[in-house]
């Protein structure tokens, strides 16, 4: 039977652009560019753990704004489950500490850059939430 692992992660935007980073080199997802987040401790709501988890990673605090849907994806060695939120950059510069690379992405070229397969599905969501609300 294959891990299980759950996970938040945060949409970020700004002036138009969404906040990616880039993983570094090791995992199935290696070197792609992801919506930043991580795990969940137990007993943590998803709200929590993404903003505990933006405060660590990228030392800066961030406002959950809406919830933009779940992702279960199959990787090779796991299953993971994602939970998408739209966020708001509240302070902070999202200064990388576990990624090797980040950089704001305009929404219609997220297509353009090497996302993590499970990250490549929330782009369709939010291509479609996009045509109808200012994210």
């Not at 943590?44 to 779940?70: G, P, Y």
């Not at 990624?99 to 397969?117: G, Q």
Request: hydrophobic share 40%.
């Amino acid at each position: 039977m294959k891990k299980h692992i759950e996970v938040v992660a945060a949409v970020i935007e700004k002036d138009n652009k969404i906040f990616c980073a880039r993983r570094a080199d090791f995992g199935e997802a290696a070197l792609k560019w992801e919506f930043p987040g991580g795990k969940i401790k137990l007993g943590e709501l998803h709200q929590e753990a993404l903003t505990r988890e933006i405060k660590e990673e990228l030392n800066s605090i961030i406002e959950v704004i809406d919830f933009i849907q779940t992702v279960e994806y199959e990787y090779k060695t796991f299953h993971l489950t994602m939970h998408v939120y739209k966020c708001q950059l509240i302070e902070g510069n999202l200064e990388i500490s576990e990624h090797i690379e980040s950089k704001w992405v305009e929404k219609d070229r997220l297509y353009e850059i090497d996302l993590a397969p499970a990250d490549i599905v929330i782009i369709n969501k939010l291509n479609n939430m996009l045509n109808c609300l200012d994210i």
